[in-house]
């Protein structure tokens, strides 16, 4: 008789408990791969995570490494801060796009064009989440959200933000990357993703930042299934996936 | 060691480097750009951190994150930079992170003026920013003052886990005056920082955090913050009493560079034979609630006259220890205007004549 061994388990980088993350939404998955790079890496126990304010709020409680719990949009500050004075350190901001493309617009851009070495995680699902529903500076042009009920005029609040795009025009060196989750192969890449910037990290090279586009099935009013479509027919072509940025330059 | 004579900034500066606080995250703001620009130098000479933000709003989460590790942090500012910080700073006293704020104040509200001013202490000992927390609050009087108090804020921002901020004016920052270092520093010694991240090597994880989502714990939180606050007013209570004599009829109560400048006219008005005692609160968070008590209430004194670069703001914890057993009277300027000892005096013989201070007139 064959022996049986395991072959999924539940990575080093995330502790045993059950998330309050809605049905379908892709936080969890996201949480995964950045615990398996961790765990992969061999870096969990020098790790330090920075959660931010939003759906990803109590971060803290998934992954199994220390962390820090920022106000609103300022995790690039906590990151430098810490960084600065534990380069032998591990750190990361998790970050929604409301936390990072508009309350902490300035933060992340100051610390980019510094080039901090440490990893930015940057879930982006064209919404604010936890507060209900709100218009984010990543919105769609027409997409509903409750500020924005008749859909987003972008005559009055300006196109989406591109964050890739606009961090890849800084000199500074960095790794940027935009990559999605919603479908099998499209994870595989994300972690690849997420694996290249904490290597940058752990090398010492650059700032380095996965943005990920993400769903949010409460919010936007859809299945989980309907909402996979809806990143794959609306958020990836106003967000194209790609690298946007590497250290060695090409992309 | 020999006195050396220095800038009140860039004293505060080297004091905290003696005090082995080499991390310093700041934006420039005048009139404390001094302390910056010496620690730019300073700091990678001892393997410091000095990093220049893009923002106050930014140097104080940065704050957050560096006093996480738990290796002594600090920054100077002033009233708006300290503003900008409100948001870090409550978020630190919640967390309870041990930080040191230097606010060398200036004319307010708004962007004011850049010259001294003491109306930044509501700001510092009532809140600044949002929820139920206290920072310790240290008010020098003289450069050397400064030296010694910079060096013991970052000993209580430790013992205590709480963010403690210096008052000084414009005066405290710009002056200079002959300072003396001590040849070697030694404190008390203080529990091992446990609280630090510092990675989950052989650990659970450790959380840094202000949020309490369940209603128990965050009043769990907020009484014990409250017990620290109550031992601080307990055993960091510190003032000074000068020329306070059964004879004075009124009792000045200032602090910082105004507690220097009625010193002054106290001592010139002892020329003229008139006897006069300051009552100087050298904490203002935890405030000296029972010796000015003690002091006001002797029998002898008629009159509390309180004076401040403000239009009047420590003078109402004045009021509220004294409560109502004697007259407390305020006299202040603003702007960046400082009362000249000859002002004072004025004031103090008004105050003889009628029971009653002249208004100021501009």
Redesign the interface.
């Known amino acids: 008789m064959q022996s049986l061994t395991t072959t999924f388990t539940r990575p080093e980088g995330l502790q045993d408990v059950v998330t309050h993350y809605c049905p379908g939404c892709t936080h969890g998955i996201i949480h995964r791969l950045v615990a398996e790079v961790l765990d992969e890496l061999g870096v969990r126990e020098r790790t330090l995570g920075v959660a931010p304010v939003g759906c990803s709020v109590l971060a803290y409680n998934y992954f199994n490494t220390d962390f820090l719990e920022s106000p609103h949009g300022r995790a690039p500050a906590l990151a430098t801060g810490f960084k600065r004075l534990r380069p032998d350190m591990i750190v990361f901001t998790y970050q929604g796009d409301g936390d990072l493309a508009s309350i902490g617009m300035s933060e992340i851009i100051h610390a980019a064009n510094r080039g901090e070495k440490f990893t930015t995680i940057f879930v982006n699902n064209a919404i604010y989440g936890m507060t209900g529903g709100q218009m984010a500076p990543t919105t769609l042009a027409g997409q509903v959200a409750t500020t924005c009920p008749m859909g987003r005029d972008t005559g009055k609040t300006g196109m989406p933000i591109r964050m890739c795009e606009l961090l890849s025009g800084l000199v500074t060196p960095a790794y940027l990357e935009r990559v999605a989750v919603h479908f099998p192969q499209q994870i595989i890449k994300a972690k690849k993703a997420i694996r290249r910037a904490f290597q940058y990290q752990i090398e010492n090279k650059c700032f380095s930042l996965v943005e990920v586009l993400s769903t949010c099935p409460t919010n936007w009013g859809k299945t989980p299934a309907e909402s996979t479509h809806w990143v794959e027919e609306n958020l990836k072509s106003y967000f194209p996936l790609g690298v946007y940025k590497t250290p060695e330059g090409a992309k | 060691m020999a006195k050396i004579l220095m800038k009140g900034n860039e004293a505060i500066a080297e004091a905290a480097v003696r005090a082995g606080a080499v ?1 310093y ?1 700041a934006y420039p703001i005048t009139p404390q750009n001094e302390v910056g620009e010496y620690l730019a130098r300073r700091l990678p000479e001892v393997g410091g ?1 000095f ?1 220049q ?3 106050e ?13 738990g ?1 002594r ?1 600090f920054t100077t500012s002033s009233s708006p930079g300290i503003s900008l910080m409100q ?2 700073i409550s ?1 630190m006293a919640g ?1 309870q992170l041990p930080v040191v704020l230097l606010n060398i104040m200036r004319g307010g509200p708004g962007l004011g003026g850049i010259l001294p001013a003491q109306s930044d202490y509501f700001q510092a000992t009532k809140g600044g920013g949002h929820g139920d927390y206290r920072l310790l609050v240290l008010a020098p009087s003289t450069i050397q003052e400064a030296v010694d108090l910079t060096m013991l804020a970052f000993h209580l921002a430790d013992k205590y886990r709480n963010p403690v901020m210096i008052i000084g004016d414009g005066m405290i920052g710009q002056m200079m005056e002959p300072v003396e270092f001590p040849d070697s520093y030694t404190e008390p010694e203080l529990p091992p920082k446990t609280w630090a ?6 650990r659970k ?7 309490f989502l369940d209603p128990i714990a965050l009043e769990k939180n907020n009484i014990l913050l409250h017990e620290k606050y109550q031992a601080m007013k307990r055993e960091e209570i510190r003032f000074e009493c000068y020329k306070t004599a059964p004879k004075n009829k009124i009792l000045l109560v200032a602090y910082g560079t105004m507690a220097r400048i009625c010193q002054t006219a106290i001592d010139e008005l002892e020329g003229e034979g008139i006897s006069v005692g300051l009552f100087r609160p050298i904490t203002c968070f935890p405030f000296p609630e029972e010796a000015l008590y003690a002091e006001a209430t002797k029998s002898n004194i008629e009159t509390v006259l309180t004076i401040e670069m403000s239009m009047g703001q420590m003078v109402e914890d004045v009021e509220r220890v004294v409560a109502r057993q004697r007259p407390v009277k305020f006299f202040g300027r603003t702007g960046g205007i400082v009362p000249s000892p000859e002002e004072v005096i004025q004031q103090i013989k008004q105050i003889l004549a009628s029971g009653q201070p002249t208004k100021v007139k501009v």
Do not use: I, R, W
């Open positions: 991390n995250f951190v990093l933000a893009e923002s709003v930014a140097v104080g989460n940065m704050l957050f994150g560096a006093a996480s590790t290796k942090v948001e870090a978020y967390a991240a510092t990675g989950a090597d052989g994880p450790q959380v840094v955090k202000s949020l």
